[in-house]
């Protein structure tokens, strides 16, 4: 499975984006589905994810409320919606997939995409 994310930017305070990501080789409705970011000098951690059997998705309490989780399988993709962007949401941010059930833990993932850069700045 290759992942390819996109859609990350400069972006100001309390703004919005929408990350998606691409999949090849097999479909995403058989896969679990998680994002993840990366600041500078920090540990990878879990933002979200979505289960393939379950239908049900998982945020982290960082960006519950404010992070939308969704699938696409008609273009085989996943997509994050962010709103309400604050600096603190600055990072790499990752797609992932797994074909066991979703997890927090980065180790938990088979497949990676390369990453796309949220710039959250005034």
């Known amino acids: 499975v290759q992942l390819q994310a996109s859609g990350g930017g400069l972006v100001q305070p309390g703004g919005s984006l929408r990350l998606s990501c691409s999949a090849s080789?097999?479909?995403?409705?058989?896969?679990?589905l998680g994002w993840f970011r990366q600041a500078p000098g920090k540990e990878r951690e879990f933002v979200s994810a979505?289960?393939?059997?379950?239908?049900?998705?998982y945020y982290a309490d960082s960006v519950m409320g404010r992070f939308t989780i969704s699938r696409d399988n008609t273009k085989n993709t996943v997509n994050l919606e962010m709103n309400n962007l604050t600096p603190e949401d600055t990072a790499v941010y990752y797609c992932?997939?797994?074909?066991?059930?979703?997890?927090?833990?980065?180790?938990?993932?088979?497949?990676w995409g390369q990453g796309t850069l949220v710039t959250v700045s005034s």
């Open positions: 992932a997939a797994t074909s066991s059930g979703p997890g927090v833990h980065p180790a938990q993932y088979e497949y």
């Open positions: 080789g097999r479909m995403l409705s058989s896969l679990s």
């Open positions: 979505s289960s393939w059997s379950e239908g049900r998705t």
